[in-house]
């Protein structure tokens, strides 16, 4: 199987999972929606937790992964690394944009307005920003080795930004609330809730693992058909 | 209980048009240039 053959096979399994992903992701609103006791002091505004704390978790995650794939590559120059943190680095932008909206959404009928400038709302704004400025960096620098490596110190600096973000609530004087599942001793949350917050945390992760898989897939096939090109531009 | 149903709604719906918009636009290709 050549390179290519090996690409699109990736590709339509990936495509596949992304599918699946989707059908989860409907199976997710169904029990955060109906199956999913409401808040007594919030309402249902409350439930916007279930999609809005589940994108937070992947795109941190995402952010993660950027940083570390960008400090491998600069150790093994590795192209590929460099294609798999561009991957991810897409893939974090969508899942921050899926946070900063859905945030306003829920602040505006609990805090009473859409947006503060504390210090996690700020922060993740300028994460958002950091990974705009990855993407478009790399739609301006050309020469192949030089796009990676100015890319991969901003994929690190904003992985840096991450565990600010997480801490944030705890270090400033903030409206934002505090965790109550990823923090010192047992979560605060009621069973019921907790279950579909899991649920979700589990949903959004595997739509996440999808999608960066076919994103790197494309990536991979597209670099493996321009250098067939060059193969043939040069026989 | 506070009657804030229709942003429950709007960020479900937000959330939606973005996943789903962004699987159908890397399925269709992407841009696939890394």
């Known amino acids: 199987m050549t390179p290519i053959e090996a690409f699109e096979r990736a590709r339509r399994r990936s495509a596949v999972w992304i599918g ?33 704390v589940p994108s937070a978790w992947v795109a941190f995650l995402a952010f993660g992964i950027l ?18 943190a561009a991957s991810t680095a897409e893939v974090a932008m969508v ?7 859905t945030g306003p959404i829920w602040g ?30 790399r739609t301006a620098v050309h020469e192949p080795g030089q796009r990676a ?25 903030t409206m934002h609330p505090m965790p109550v599942v990823l923090r010192p001793g047992k979560p605060t949350l009621p069973g019921a809730m907790l279950a579909t917050l899991l ?13 960066l898989w076919h994103r790197y897939a494309l990536a991979r096939l597209a670099d493996a058909r321009a250098r067939a090109e060059a193969e043939r531009a040069d026989a | 209980m506070p009657d804030n149903g229709g942003f429950t709604v709007a960020a479900y719906i937000a959330a939606a048009v973005i996943y789903l918009g962004y699987a159908i636009y890397l399925v269709r290709g ?3 240039k890394g």
């Open chain 1, 20 to 52: 699946v992903g989707l059908l989860l992701m409907a199976a997710v609103y169904v029990r955060a929606l109906v199956f999913t006791p409401v808040e007594a002091v919030q309402g249902l505004a409350q439930k916007i937790f279930y999609i809005h």
């Open chain 1, 199 to 211: 649920f979700s945390f589990a949903v959004f992760t595997l739509f996440f693992v999808a999608l």
């Open chain 2, 30 to 32: 992407g841009r696939a």
């Open chain 1, 95 to 101: 899942f921050t944009t899926a946070v900063l909206v």
């Open chain 1, 149 to 173: 490596r100015y890319s991969a110190v901003l994929g690190i600096l904003g992985a840096l930004l991450v565990p600010f973000i997480h801490v944030s609530v705890y270090l400033f004087r």
């Open chain 1, 108 to 137: 505006k009928p609990i805090w009473g307005t859409w947006w503060t400038w504390d210090a996690r709302l700020t922060l993740t704004l300028f994460l958002w920003f950091v990974v705009l400025g990855y993407l478009v960096l």
């Open chain 1, 67 to 84: 940083g570390v794939t960008s400090a491998v590559y600069l150790f093994l120059k590795d192209p590929r690394v460099d294609l798999f």
